[in-house]
């Protein structure tokens, strides 16, 4: 079954980076991304990225956090740079399969912790 592996969470002060990694097993989806959850708050979208390469980014992480995936390895990343306090959250992968327009299927990685120090 599939798998998503989830790397690279952390402890970082106001200012710092973090690169998230998630490596999927199977074949290649048709969209890759990360959302992120904070205590208390909904889960939201962070970035996506198409196996063609389109991203989409939330408006809070957009100039800051930058999403490329390897399709040879089925592994999406996050690069997140000038991270904030408000970034805090568990960070999740989210992998979708389709079935050309007609069906898709979501699936979730464990979750990794990003944490922004003040």
């Known amino acids: 079954q599939v798998q998503l592996v989830e790397s690279g969470g952390g402890l970082v002060q106001a200012g710092g980076s973090l690169r998230l990694s998630c490596a999927a097993s199977?074949?290649?989806?048709?969209?890759m991304g990360w959302y992120r959850q904070a205590p208390g708050k909904q889960r939201e979208l962070v970035a996506t990225i198409t196996s063609g390469g389109s991203t989409n980014y939330a408006d809070s992480v957009k100039g800051r956090f930058t999403i490329s995936r390897d399709n040879a390895k089925n592994t999406v990343y996050l690069q997140s740079n000038s991270l904030k306090p408000e970034d805090t959250a568990v960070y999740y992968c989210?992998?979708?399969?389709?079935?050309?327009?007609?069906?898709?299927?979501?699936?979730w990685g464990q979750g990794t912790q990003v944490t922004v120090s003040p």
């Open positions: 199977g074949s290649i989806f048709s969209r």
């Open positions: 989210n992998a979708r399969r389709t079935g050309g327009s007609t069906w898709y299927r979501d699936y």
